[in-house]
């Protein structure tokens, strides 16, 4: 009775002696064939080719577990590794005798992990390749919500039920990216970052006329912030999007979605706030780490040079407490405040540098930078406009592609390749694309998130090159992207499609 059944469904004979295959294990067990045809199978039908994606993903991420070419710690691996271990100790009095303080929560997540399972790596990079395929997930998730069903023709050639060709063709796009597989086994707080900047943007995407989807976006982006303290300044583009989208879509109560947005961002970073700022003798919002980095790039433009001496100098002088009051005069002697004769400055340096807190050591850098900002503005816009340049420029050399030791053999050949295709020539074939698909979008899709990722690559365009340029600065860039050139590819291909089968061809709608 049952094989009759199933073969009035049309079942391939593959599938018809599979499945009796299958009833020969469940023959006294109906509960395990009705869960397959009523959960699995529909699940499947629907969902297969993220399913595809995520695997694609999951078996690159594998190929690379205790494979990659590392010759030390990268970039800031080594902080977060040693302030995450004083947490995971409970030592909760981290930062307080280093030059800076870092945004909590990638530290955060890192001493869960070494509190678990000790200086064991394998749970931590196992948990960032879960988030790393989650964010592989979230971008196949956004690309269908932003096309939705124009760009999903459901017709013979279209790959069957479920099948959605620029969200296929994003999704494997993040999964194959070697930067995101590389980033999920490597001690930097990305992987988690651009899960919570990809939530956010779903978030907004979904967003009806309620306050459910909008509050989750808003923690979201609040934990963006407290990942990574540079995304503070985006809050209120955000909140102007939200005002400006409630208005054009819903025709009421904008301005209480952009307060409620607003207010919850506010709820969500202020404990920390709150804390860092009691704990640190002063106004903190997320860390104090971006002082330092005004700082740096208003010398580099004032001197014209990329040697960092003088900006140390200034640090040690408010961090070295083995120096005498005269050795640290003699290390500012080249700072701005010091030729400007600034009081504060003064006040500090005749403080014994124990009794300097991180709140004061942040704003003297802070006025530092904006001393030199001002000494030499068009210095300062000169080179943040090379580090713009430099951001979207493919940097053979830098820490995060682990390519030391190149020209004398040192690199697996594998890994060059990879390099190569993986990152190199998708990041070249996505760019122009993505740019394309936006444009596209703008247009087409007037009740996406489009405009609001318009704002975030302008915003962290224009902020990231203020200080410097390096690789993984432009990775909170790359998701999005990544969804635009699915769909200007989508309509390629489409529009290809439709001059080859004549006027009976696939449309775009």
Known sequence: MWKASHGAHGASGVNTRFDTYCASYTHYDPIVISFWYTTILPFLRRWWPLVLVLLVGLVLRLALWEQLPRQGWISDEAEYLASASWLAQARFSWYDGWLWTRAPLYPLFVAVHLGLAGQSWSLLFAAQIGLS?????????????????????????????????????????????????????????????LVLILGMVLALQVWNDGYGWLILAAVLLGLACLTRGLTLGFIPLAGLWVWWTGRQRFYRRPLAAAAVFLLVCGLTIGPWSLYASRTYGGPILIDTTGSYNVMLGARTAYDDASSDKAVRQFALALLDEQLSPAEREALVQEACLWHAGDAALQQALATPVSNITQAQRQQLMLAEGLCLLRAAPL?????????????????????????????????????????????????????PLGIVGWAYARRVFVTSVTGLVGLWWLYHGLTAPLLFAINRFRLPLMPLVMVYAAIALTVLLRRHASAWDGPGGHSLR
């Not at 997930?137 to 459901?154: F, V």
């Not at 995060?400 to 295709?421: A, D, H, I, Q």
Request: net charge neutral.
């Open 379 to 431: 210095a300062f816009v000169g080179k943040s406009l090379s580090e713009l340049v430099a951001l979207f420029q493919m940097n053979y050399t830098g820490a995060e592609r682990m390519s030391g030791g190149f020209s004398v053999g040192r690199l697996p050949y594998w890994y060059s390749l990879g390099l190569f295709l993986l990152e190199d020539t998708l990041y070249l074939l996505l760019l």
């Open 133 to 193: 395929l989650l964010s592989v997930a979230l971008i196949y998730g956004l690309c269908w919500r932003i096309t939705g069903p124009p760009l999903s023709h459901k017709g013979p050639r279209a790959g069957g039920e479920g099948f959605h060709l620029p969200a296929l063709l994003a999704g494997l796009a993040a999964a194959l990216y070697l930067p995101f597989a590389v980033g999920s086994q490597l001690l930097l707080s990305e992987t988690l970052y």
